[in-house]
């Protein structure tokens, strides 16, 4: 037996010896229990390190506006840039209240909503189904692929004035032209998410003997959804954006409408307060969909920085 001068205790008495050993198993074997233990239960008793009380929110990323706001307050006050063209925050607030108390902020905000959310909801549909049906079928992808390259190069902007054509200045036009801008990314992404699966899982699933439905909801669809989420992301954010191009261009209502007609009227203050708002409710959509994406994907690790 190779192994058997290892289990021999090396001192003089056994059973002291082999009471110790035992002793100290045990102790680390329960420190070690208890640890795990309170690990998962969320909570240690383990003394906080030095200066943990100092620690609070991350407030990183509130410096930069904070300096902004400074330096936009500064300007201002110091008539630095004429008023006519950068307000001070004060008047951009007071504003913000005229507009939404005595106009129709509220009306043309939920406007813009309502026509982001359907094209959005109408252009990722139609793009995720799609693009998992090229991604599957080869045939599908070559009878798609022309066209979709084709129409895909035409700037969403440039079909306006003959969907307005088609349909009028409503919003039919706007959810159009906006689908179609969300349609392509999450197409383009599903489609490369589902060629981009590591061929040794399907080998895998073809050891399991898995049947083609359960390879797709089993294999191909989780592999691929890290990109569809990403595409998903972006589209949403796109879509906030080009609302604001489509309202300005065509209609008589919406945060995009009002953009364009404070710049025709010089009314600088009720410009900064539409900017100030699409930008915050960009940021709101954007985190979202983060969180959305951090959930559907909570399975996956990978690097954080």
Same mark, same amino acid.
């Given at each position: ?17 082999? /009471? ?27 003394? %906080? ?19 902004? *706001? ?111 801008? !969300?349609?392509?990314?999450?197409? *383009?992404?599903? *489609?490369?998410? =589902?060629?981009?699966? %590591? ?16 390879? !797709? ?15 998903? /992301? ?10 604001? !191009?489509? %309202?300005?261009?065509?209609? @008589? ?19 900064? !307060? ?5 930008? *915050?409710?960009?940021?709101? =959509?954007?985190?979202?969909?983060? @969180? ?14």
């Amino acid at each position: 037996m190779p192994f058997a001068g290892r289990l021999l205790p090396p001192a003089s008495d056994p059973i002291e010896t082999s /009471r110790g050993a035992g002793t100290g198993s045990i102790m680390a074997n329960s420190s070690d229990t208890l640890e795990g233990a309170a690990v998962a239960a969320g909570t240690t008793d383990l003394p %906080e390190p030095p200066g943990w009380w100092l620690r609070g929110p991350n407030l990183t990323g509130f410096i930069l506006p904070f300096a902004i *706001l400074v330096l936009w307050e500064l300007a201002a006050r110091n008539k630095w840039i004429d008023p006519v063209f950068l307000p001070e925050p004060a008047k951009v607030v007071t504003a913000f209240w005229t507009m939404l108390t005595k106009q129709r902020l509220a009306f043309d905000f939920l406007a813009s909503i309502s026509i982001v959310g359907q094209a959005f909801l109408y252009g990722s549909v139609a793009a995720i189904v799609l693009g998992i049906a090229a991604g599957l079928s080869r045939r599908v992808e070559q009878f798609f692929g022309p066209t979709f390259d084709t129409v895909r190069h035409i700037p969403g902007i440039a079909w306006l004035p003959l969907i307005v054509l088609w349909l009028g200045i409503g919003a039919p036009a706007k959810i159009l032209v906006i689908a179609k801008s !969300v349609f392509f990314p999450v197409f *383009l992404n599903t *489609l490369q998410g =589902i060629r981009n699966v %590591e061929k040794n899982y399907i080998e895998l699933a073809d050891v399991f003997t898995l049947t083609r439905w359960q390879l !797709v909801r089993k294999v191909i669809l989780p592999a691929a959804m890290p990109s569809i989420m990403v595409s998903l /992301r972006y589209a949403a954010g796109l879509a906030w954006a080009l609302v604001v !191009v489509a %309202e300005g261009l065509s209609g @008589l209502e919406g945060l995009g409408f009002l953009i364009f007609r404070a710049q025709g009227l010089l009314l600088t203050d009720q410009l900064l !307060v539409c900017m100030v708002i699409i930008g *915050l409710v960009g940021f709101a =959509i954007d985190r979202s969909m983060f @969180l959305a994406q951090k959930r559907v994907l909570k399975w996956k690790q990978g690097y954080e920085g």
